[in-house]
């Protein structure tokens, strides 16, 4: 199949600590969909990960090549937990609860990341991901990658998102996308401090909108949207505090879109005045996939990254992807699959 019968389409890829093996195999999925060719990927923190893995392997050998990276990256990552503390109960084992709440490691590691700070308890700023990161991806190959790659920091300072292009991607920038405070030093960029990327941008979507030619973006989201019941537990409220904030910077772009779309459609525009940068906007086509799985696990299995359990999370991005395709594949290039508008509305009802 040629580059011309191929629709080129933009991802957007969520952080979410171990739970991004769910993006892996959303992406392993969309490389065997021969009709579709990734233009350009916007990613945060651990989707930051997939995102330079993905395309440095795309560098390598193509779609193959991306695969292969991705399946290295993750058992990287496994294989360096293999000796954490902070593990599965043996009764969790056996019942399958792949939770860490009742991990006497996990426990200790939680209470004691609210009383010390990581300058305190890790003086040496020693973080295995940048030997992992640093080990598979050739940040060099990514400046020549046909594939632009968007991630972004929050600069601790001023709390803006900062956005970070192929030319300029490092381990330094993927380790301060994925930079939570509690757990990780701010990372030092240019004379600045950045945290999570998650804080402004869940990922950012305005990159892609304004610098890719496809209009299709696919985004897969890992970061539940909604949780029935009330958090009761402290560690239950902090864990809904902090899905409410890493969501609430994608849903502001995303009203923007919906927002740039009924506008533009009802305005009636002048000859003379460009509005090529609301059309940009106006013409993007949002489609997502996500899953139900993500509200039964608990934070707790965002650390858990034993390999049953990544290749578990890959397979469910496999069949979500496999169910998205199946339904909306014939949509993808004609419409829009996610109703955004319902963002907007609620918005304006209580407006």
Not at 37 to 47: D, K, M, N
Not at 287 to 294: A, D, E, G, L, Q
Not at 323 to 350: C, M, P, V
């Amino acid at each position: 199949m040629t580059s011309r019968d191929q629709l080129s389409i933009d991802l957007a890829l969520q952080g979410g600590g171990s739970h991004g093996a769910f993006t892996w195999g959303v992406l392993e999925r969309v490389l065997d969909e021969r009709s579709l060719r990734v233009e350009s990927i916007s990613g945060t923190s651990a989707g930051a990960m997939n995102a330079v893995v993905f395309a440095y392997g795309y560098t390598l050998d193509g779609a193959a090549g991306a695969k292969l990276a991705l399946e290295k990256f993750w058992s990287a990552v496994s294989e360096a937990a293999r000796y954490s503390p902070i593990q599965r109960t043996p009764f969790d084992v056996m019942s399958g609860n792949w939770s860490l709440d009742s991990s006497p490691g996990y426990v200790f590691f939680d209470i004691f990341s609210r009383l010390f700070s990581p300058y305190e308890v890790n003086p040496a700023n020693i973080n295995p991901l940048r030997d992992i990161l640093e080990a598979h991806v050739d940040f060099g190959r990514l400046k020549d990658c046909p594939i632009k790659v968007f991630i972004n920091a929050t600069n601790v300072r001023t709390g803006l998102p900062r956005l970070f292009r192929n030319a300029e991607l490092s381990a330094d920038v993927v380790l301060a996308s994925a930079c939570l405070p509690l757990m990780h030093q701010a990372i030092e960029i240019d004379g600045d401090p950045y945290w999570d990327g998650g804080f402004s941008g869940n990922p950012l979507l305005t990159p892609i909108i304004r610098e890719s030619e496809a209009r299709d973006i696919l985004l897969v989201q890992i970061n539940p949207v909604e949780r029935p019941g009330v958090p009761r537990t402290a560690r239950d409220i902090l864990n809904r505090l902090n899905e409410i904030s890493f969501n609430s910077s994608l849903k502001k772009e995303l009203r923007a879109v919906a927002m740039f779309q009924r506008l533009f459609a009802a305005a009636k525009i002048d000859d003379g005045i460009d509005v090529s940068w609301a059309e940009q906007w106006s013409t993007v086509r949002v489609h997502r996939i996500t899953t139900p799985k993500m509200v039964e696990l608990g934070a707790s299995s965002k650390l858990n990254a034993e390999w049953e359990f990544l290749t578990m999370l890959r397979q469910e991005g496999r069949d979500q992807t496999e169910s998205f395709l199946a339904q909306h594949g014939a949509d993808l290039g004609k419409r829009s699959t996610y109703e955004i508008d319902t963002l907007l509305d609620t918005l304006l009802e209580q407006g």
